[in-house]
């Protein structure tokens, strides 16, 4: 059973535009939620993270926002740049530092 | 200061056969999880390693086996290879205690099961 959903597996955006990702999650006790950044043949790269007590954490370009109420959320790039094209995962996790429950991925295109 | 190393980073496996990956984890890291990618899927959480203890297990069956180290390096063991098991193997470590931000990926073992 997928607690963790990213509807879109992939996404093209223009460089300089938004990028933004989604996911859904169906757990209630999710209580962390962290985005990884994934190249091809390498592991995932911690990306940016939020704590269910927040609703939004920013770091440079890049912007989580957080519903809890309708458990969703979502990571906000900008500028987007052709660098940023990547498998961005989205993850949750009960209890900080235990199992991450992770999406399918959403793949990114940033076209010059 | 190296981060989280995996090996081997290709093997290939014949049906019923086992296999060992092994996991050195980031400097000053002291718990060692592993995950399985499939094609086309995120990572699936496999288990967890603290204290040289299995402290959490996800759905995964009992032909899938740890082990932790003294020095905090880890192993996975899977035991009668199913084609099914064709996947990335990542290892991931983290600090006790620390947030989840802290938990860093090595670049993964690539499992071909025959």
């Known amino acids: 059973d997928q607690q963790v959903k990213q509807n879109s597996p992939s996404l093209s955006v223009q460089e300089g535009r938004i990028s933004i990702l989604n996911c859904d999650y169906t757990?209630?006790?999710?209580?962390?939620f962290l985005w990884y950044k994934k190249y091809p043949a390498e592991g995932p790269t911690f990306l940016i993270s939020?704590?269910?007590?927040?609703d939004k954490n920013e770091d440079g370009r890049f912007t989580v926002f957080l519903n809890k109420s309708a458990k969703h959320l979502s990571l906000h790039i900008v500028p987007s740049q052709p660098g940023d094209s990547a498998v961005y995962f989205c993850a949750a996790t009960e209890n900080s530092g235990y199992a991450l429950n992770f999406g399918k991925g959403t793949s990114l295109l940033v076209t010059p | 200061d190296a981060g989280v190393t995996q090996s081997p980073t290709h093997l290939i496996k014949t049906r019923g056969q086992q296999v060992t990956l092994r996991c050195s984890p980031k400097s000053g890291h002291d718990t060692v999880s592993w995950y399985q990618q499939a094609l086309g899927q995120g990572p699936q959480f496999i288990f967890q390693?603290?204290?040289?203890?299995?402290?959490q297990r996800g759905n995964f069956p009992d032909r899938f086996s740890g082990h932790q180290f003294p020095n905090y390096s880890s192993e996975l063991n899977v035991n009668a290879l199913l084609l099914g098991d064709s996947a990335l193997y990542l290892c991931a470590s983290s600090l006790e205690g620390v947030s989840g931000n802290t938990i860093y990926f090595g670049e993964g073992s690539w499992l071909t099961v025959v």
């Open positions: 939020i704590s269910s007590i927040k």
């Open positions: 757990n209630s006790m999710f209580d962390y």
């Open positions: 390693y603290y204290e040289e203890e299995e402290r």
